[in-house]
Each structure stands twice: as C-alpha cells, then as structure tokens.
C-alpha cells in the first residue's frame, strides 16, 4: 500500500516489455483502490550510424557494438554514448518509439587541432611531445600543450611550446640559426698545409667552424712553420 493525501494524483507505471501508463487518479475516503494492467509491447527496431563509423555504441552503459548498427529494443528512453578515438564523445537520450523508424545519425566532431610548419633548413628534425614529426609542413594534434624542438648538426636549436586548441590551425614559421663562424685566410705560398685542430683545411680560403678554439697549423716544405690558437666566434669572421 502506499499513502496518499486525498485529492488528485497523476500514476506513471513502467516496465521494460510493457506499455507505460500515465493516469491521474482522485483518491477519496470512499476510493481507495485503484488496479491498473499493462499491455505488453513488441520489441522496437533501432539503427545507430555515424560519421565516420566505427564508433563504439553504449547505450545505459553497456557497450553494443559499433556503428553502424542494427538493434532491437523495447520502446523507451535510453542514454547512448559515442566513442571514437580522436572524437569529441556524443552523450544523450535517445527515445525508441513503436511504430517509427527510430534512426539515428550522428556527425563526429574531430577532437583536434592543426599545426602548419614552416622549417628552414627544411631537413631539420622536428619533435613535438617527444615524437618525431621531421619533413611534415601539416599536422594533426590533439588539443593540448606541447614541447617543440627544431634542430640540425650546425646550427642553434628552437625549443618551443605550442598550444593547440580545437577546430583551430596554428602556423608557425622558424629558420634556424647557423651555429658558426668564419674564418678568412690567406696563406703564401698558397699551397701551403693547413691544419685546424689536426683537420686539413689546405687550399681554402673561406671556412666556416663551430664556436670555439682551434689551434692553426700551417706548414710547407723549405719554409718555417707558423702556429696560431684561433677563437672562432658565432656569427663573426
């Protein structure tokens, strides 16, 4: 028995297989016992598609299969679930009826953003989170913070964090820097020995070296020696 104020009340009565009833009763001293039966119902067809298909179906919790997907359910409301990696997730209730087509078709939204490079030299090896994006002008990240880093043997490195954001393209440009000097020489007899730290350089007039400092060696037979220590600054001659 459940107790009840006199007056008028609305009964909702549901069972999965049954029809729902809804009634408003007027319960009185004299009325107070009311029967109600429920009408079984057939089960309901039920298609689920996507765009792009594949994604997992959940409906209250319990994982279905995968779009598309025919079922077959008792008419009532359900909460279904989406899923597909690199999505955005779809959460609703969904309302089976008899007698309709209860079809249902959803466009994913894709959980991403872009990053469009610019790199020069454009052999340079590019990382963004720890991988390897090298020789890529167009890519496709989940929205988040990320570690870049842009380097090549012989020039300074770019390390950078970048932000992408949803549905956004973040265009970034980056021309790395020669880690170098140069070093102008000009030796008679020109086809004297030239040694940089023990490394042949004879013959050249122009040379370009990393930072730092080389002991110079030039030599040629029936001549005395000349030795030098050189400092080789960045971006000097």
Known sequence: PIELALGK???????????TKEETIEVSKEKVLFNFSLSEVD?????????????????????????????????????????????????????VKEGAGNRFHYKLVKNSGFLKLSVAPSDATITIGGKDYTGKE??????????????????????????????????KNFTLIKNAGTLSLKVSPSDARVLLNREDYSGRETIELAPGSYKLDISKAGYEDARETLRIERGKT
């Open 138 to 171: 167009t890519i496709e990240l989940l929205p988040d913070a990320y570690e870049m880093r842009i380097f090549k043997s012989g020039y300074l490195e770019v390390s950078e964090k970048v932000r992408i954001e949803r549905g956004k393209t973040l265009a």
């Open 43 to 95: 089960l309901q067809p039920l298609v689920i598609t996507s765009e792009p298909s594949e994604a997992a179906i959940f409906l209250d919790g319990v994982e279905k299969g995968k779009t598309e997907k025919g079922l077959f359910l008792y008419p009532g409301d359900y909460k279904l679930k989406l899923v597909k990696p690199g999505y955005l997730e779809v959460n609703e209730t969904v309302a």
């Open 9 to 19: 009340h609305t009964v909702r009565i549901a069972k999965a297989g049954y029809r």
